[in-house]
């Protein structure tokens, strides 16, 4: 499989609380979002080809902060708080959503957003209100189905078409879906087809 080496260049740039303290507003970013425990951080690391770029772990909900992830000197990738996970207090995930809803209006380098959602549990109300934001201030949204390994492949299928019948009905702007694993390495070179597109590479 011939991959982007760009990607696999990625590294560790910064970590925000706020969005006052992130990069400089400049070039080209995309950002990774989704439910808790949704496979996000795997997804990163697999794009990238690394293992621990972004952190995996058993504890759901650990990504706190905007996590920033250096390309090169115009390009990011963006680890967004991980959202909806029932043992965080709920003021923390306000404080959250109200992080990642300033992110996602106020900044001018976000050229698209990646949706992780668990095949096995699409489009949950967390899911949902990502997607709301990102239609009203007109983001490009690309869904990966992660995990779709554990699926069987009819099922894997089926999941693929609903979750797309679904978003063309209810949203006016188009969302791009895909089915993606991790475990199996596989829909590396469409989710990387899409990255290209946002991030200006080639």
């Not at 106020?106 to 709301?132: C, N, Q, S, W, Y």
């Not at 983001?139 to 019948?165: E, N």
Request: overall charge positive; hydrophobic content about 40%; some cysteine.
């Amino acid at each position: 499989m011939a991959l982007n080496p760009l990607y696999h260049q990625a590294c560790f740039l910064a970590s925000a609380s706020r969005l006052g303290n992130a990069p400089a507003d400049q070039g080209f970013e995309v950002a990774f979002a989704g439910r808790s425990n949704a496979g996000k951080s795997s997804a990163i690391n697999t794009l990238t080809q690394q293992k621990t770029l972004a952190r995996v772990s058993k504890t759901p909900g650990r990504t706190q902060l905007l996590n920033f992830f250096r390309l090169d000197d115009a390009r990011r990738l963006v680890d967004l708080p991980g959202y909806g996970y029932a043992k965080v207090p709920e003021g923390m995930q306000h404080a959250w959503g109200q992080m990642i809803e300033q992110y996602l209006s106020r900044r001018e380098a976000l050229k698209g957003v990646f949706l992780i959602m668990d095949a096995r549990h699409p489009l949950t109300p967390f899911d949902a209100r990502m997607i709301d934001w990102c239609q009203h201030f007109g983001l490009p949204l690309h869904v990966a189905l992660t995990k779709s390994d554990k699926l069987s492949r009819g099922a894997a299928l089926d999941t693929l078409h609903k979750v797309a019948a679904t978003l063309r009905r209810e949203y006016a702007q188009p969302i791009s879906v895909q089915l993606f694993s991790s475990l199996k390495r596989q829909g590396i070179e469409e989710a990387h087809a899409v990255l290209d597109g946002w991030l200006a590479i080639g």
